[in-house]
């Protein structure tokens, strides 16, 4: 597969028309995350109810890749249970870093397109920004902002 | 040798055997070269002789291939002196231009500088010439304080005497390796002097790409880098004018760089030396100075000419693909053109580009707070040496032109 198959009608949709783009005002969590080698920079804003996810959005800016991904991620988490989206996060990870992905799971869908990001590896934390930020905003949103690159003072 | 004679060109790319392949199916374009250089065969050659004929270690064996190790290394220290004006005893052989001012930054900063000193940078620095001197202030409570960037992306100046009123040292890039921007080095340094501030000067991208002499510049400091101007990569070099280099105290410590060792303390070799411990990186020296040999008999004003020339045609290239904005300064760049797409982020852009075997470079270029600052979060770059050519700069523009028509 060469890149322009990569970005596929699907992956440049999501790009210049993101989903869910904007401010959630009654969101209960928000957690940015960034890539400081490339500048993008994505917050996401949840609102999460004691068992599910009841609506995501995000702002932010960078790569097609990085766009696309984090608007293709808020269509498919909307109303999912905090189980479900914390297991698709981590299934969506292993699609693009494990050194022999597993099968996506059903549920997939569109989001199977990014697996071909795996083959490119500089593009990979791209593709893995906007998820970070979810299995962040799930498990630790105390925990502050995420970053590609793990920073310490 | 006439660049623009073809027979000549075809010559000069004979010497880089990387230049000969396709990268996805494409001849390769590279235009990465403000990250790395290629390697003429010369260097490579040089680096092959001595590890198959006289690799030992240096200055203490006393065996024939320990000999002559320490002459071919000492003799490209000789070279390196020669290529920047300088005398053999101010040439340290560092790693790189990150670490001699790192060196600077220790062995100098740590002995003068204190509390409440002035530090002068400029808002176009590279991480490697803003963070050591962070961490300088940070360790001796001391302050940066910046020559601003203007819009169009040059320095400043308009107040600069008041910025290098009370300084202690004023560290500064040569070429802006983001922008293109040529630093008025010779003039910055003048004025420094005048204020009894010391100088460094951050030639990372100029050493291999237009004459740098340190006594006509009046430096005191001037760092560079082996990998970019076609030496290999893990060498570089720290000029420091004889008095100043003299006068400061060791950077790290080990064998090479005692001149005795009890339990308690030791005592140390004058400089350059004194610079240096443990096993210096040889062979990457030797060919440094193999580098240098090349570079001189190609002629580092042609280089800048023909460099130039590139980048002149390059920014005429962009202008004509909609939506295409230029950083950094309208004329009088080096060879080098960051720009950003509207269509397209930077990232989109440079893995695009590969596909068509062109090299380019897209992110923040290690400054980020300058980006930041021209309120652009990440850029590509094309910069150029003097085995690219007008064709391939076209070429550019028809690969541009398609990115975009897939993106906008």
């Keep these: ?153 | 040798m006439n660049l623009s004679d073809d027979r000549a060109w075809e010559a000069i790319r004979g010497d880089f055997p990387i230049l000969d392949q396709q990268v996805n199916g494409h001849p390769i374009i590279y235009f990465d070269n403000a990250a790395t250089s290629q390697k003429p065969r010369s260097v490579i050659d040089t680096l092959t002789r001595y590890y198959e004929c006289d690799n030992s270690n240096v200055h203490r064996g006393l065996h024939e291939l320990s000999n002559r190790a320490t002459e071919a290394y000492e003799g490209a220290r000789t070279r390196l002196a020669a290529y920047l004006g300088a005398t053999d005893g101010e040439i340290v052989f560092t790693r790189g231009t990150t670490e001699a001012i790192n060196l600077v930054a220790r062995a100098w900063g740590d002995q003068n500088i204190g509390r409440g000193d002035v530090i002068l940078l400029t808002e176009m620095e590279h991480h490697s010439n803003l963070v050591p001197w962070q961490l300088l202030a940070r360790r001796r409570g001391a302050t940066l304080r910046f020559v601003p960037v203007t819009p169009d992306g040059l320095l400043d100046l308009s107040n600069l005497d008041a910025l290098l009123d009370g300084a202690k040292i004023f560290s500064f890039v040569h070429i802006s390796n983001s922008l293109g921007t040529i630093n008025p080095a010779a003039e910055l340094c003048a004025r420094a002097r005048r204020a009894g501030v010391v100088t460094l000067v951050d030639a990372a991208q100029s050493a291999g790409h237009l004459p740098v002499d340190v006594r006509a510049l009046g430096c005191d400091f001037l760092a560079l880098s082996g990998h970019k101007m076609c030496g290999p990569t893990g060498i570089g070099a720290l000029y420091g004018r004889r008095e100043i280099l003299e006068g400061m105290e060791p950077f790290h410590g080990g064998g090479e760089m005692i001149a005795s060792v009890q339990f308690q303390e030791s005592q140390f070799k004058p400089a350059p030396h004194r610079f240096e411990a443990g096993t210096p990186a040889i062979a990457q020296s030797i060919g440094l100075g193999a580098a240098a040999d090349y570079l001189d008999a190609m002629g580092r004003d042609r280089i800048f000419e023909h460099d130039r020339d590139l980048a002149r045609q390059a920014v005429a290239v962009l202008e004509d693909i909609p939506g295409v904005r230029i950083l950094g300064p309208r004329d009088e760049r080096a060879g080098l053109v960051s720009f950003v797409m509207e269509s397209a982020h930077a990232h989109d852009v440079v893995s695009m580009a590969d596909q068509y075997g062109l090299a380019l470079r897209g992110g923040h270029h290690c400054t980020q707070p300058l980006l930041r600052k021209l309120g652009v979060p990440a850029s590509c770059r094309a910069s150029f040496y003097f085995y690219n050519t007008p064709a391939e700069v076209e070429r550019m523009g028809e690969i541009l032109r398609k990115i975009h028509a897939f993106f906008a």
């Design chain 1, 1 to 153: 597969m060469n890149l322009e198959e990569l970005y596929q009608e699907i992956i440049l949709d999501h790009s210049k028309r993101p989903r869910n783009f904007g401010p959630l005002p009654d969101a209960t969590v928000t957690v940015k995350g960034d890539n400081p080698s490339c500048g993008d920079e994505v917050e996401l804003a949840v609102k999460l109810s004691p068992d599910r996810i009841e609506a995501l959005k995000f702002t932010g800016q960078g790569c097609a890749i990085c766009m696309a991904s984090a608007s293709l991620m808020t269509v498919k988490m909307k109303g999912r249970s905090r189980t479900e989206a914390a297991d698709m996060a981590h299934a969506f990870r292993e699609m693009l870093v494990a050194q022999e992905p597993p099968e996506p799971p059903a549920n997939f869908g569109d989001l199977q397109v990014f697996s071909a990001v795996r083959r490119f590896p500089q593009r990979v934390k791209c593709a893995t920004l906007a998820w970070r930020a979810l299995e962040q905003a799930l498990s630790a949103p105390e925990a502050g902002p995420v970053s590609t690159e793990e920073s310490r003072d």
